[in-house]
């Protein structure tokens, strides 16, 4: 079945709605990306306006960023620690945005969209 991310066809009450407009094709949505750590995999999908979204279905690295003193390493991804999106996630190792997952040089947070983005950054957390 298609994700669908346009008005409800029901009212509060549970009556069904009348509509004032079609459905249309900027209302559907697609399946998460569930960026998963193992070896590199992109794909790229088309968006709105024909854009180019590039999607991390599988990561391996990130960009971690020390605050003590600006530097910027590409490390490796170990494991999920934690993820506030769904705690399911962790058992899954999935990476969103929020998650705080273990790396070589310690934990880091991430901070970038890989599903929208396509790119796995983070800082490093204490």
Same mark, same amino acid.
């Given at each position: 079945?298609?994700?669908? $991310?346009?008005?409800?066809?029901?009212?509060?009450?549970?009556? *069904?709605?009348? *509509?004032?407009?079609? &459905?249309?094709?900027?209302?559907?949505?697609?399946?998460?990306?569930?960026?998963?750590?193992?070896?590199?995999? &992109?794909?790229?999908?088309?968006?709105?306006?024909?854009?180019?979204?590039? *999607?991390?279905?599988?990561?391996?690295?990130?960009?971690?960023?020390?605050?003590?003193?600006?530097?910027? &390493? $590409?490390?490796?991804?170990?494991?999920?620690?934690?993820?506030?999106?769904?705690?399911?996630?962790?058992?899954?190792?999935?990476?969103?945005?929020?998650?705080?997952?273990?790396?070589?040089?310690?934990?880091?947070?991430?901070?970038?969209?890989?599903? $929208?983005?396509?790119?796995?950054?983070?800082?490093?957390?204490?």
């Amino acid at each position: 079945m298609a994700i669908w $991310q346009g008005s409800s066809l029901r009212k509060p009450s549970g009556a *069904r709605a009348r *509509r004032n407009k079609n &459905k249309r094709n900027a209302e559907f949505g697609r399946t998460p990306a569930e960026t998963r750590i193992g070896e590199p995999v &992109k794909k790229e999908i088309v968006a709105r306006g024909n854009c180019t979204k590039t *999607r991390a279905t599988v990561a391996n690295k990130i960009n971690v960023v020390d605050p003590k003193d600006n530097s910027c &390493k $590409q490390v490796e991804i170990l494991t999920v620690l934690e993820n506030s999106a769904n705690s399911h996630f962790v058992r899954r190792n999935i990476i969103t945005k929020g998650a705080i997952v273990e790396t070589e040089i310690g934990n880091a947070r991430i901070t970038s969209r890989p599903g $929208q983005k396509g790119i796995v950054n983070g800082v490093l957390v204490e």
